[in-house]
């Protein structure tokens, strides 16, 4: 193998928009990465699910398109 040619790889801190923080390894060179989603936030790992309501966004659509759904099919 060649001498010097791999990345520096180092211990990094990592901070998540929830407040976690956790060390890990990487070749950045910044010593920091602020992320949006952790392990400790995310749904698939928590078991906890936000339902979004999307009835109010349908009925806003149709409301607003709707008639010209209408004329098209007549």
């Known amino acids: 193998m060649k001498a ?3 990345p520096n790889y180092k211990e990094i801190q ?3 928009s929830c407040g ?3 060390a890990t390894r ?3 060179s910044k ?3 602020h ?3 952790c392990s400790m ?3 698939f790992y928590t078991g906890k699910q936000k339902i979004v309501d999307t009835a109010g966004r349908v009925e806003k659509f ?3 398109f709707g008639a010209m759904r209408r004329k098209a099919a007549a």
């Open 4 to 6: 010097d040619i791999h």
């Open 31 to 33: 010593p920091t990465i």
């Open 62 to 64: 149709n409301q607003k």
């Open 26 to 28: 990487s070749t950045m």
């Open 14 to 16: 990592v901070t998540c």
């Open 41 to 43: 936030c995310h749904p």
């Open 35 to 37: 992320v949006e989603v």
């Open 20 to 22: 976690n923080n956790f």
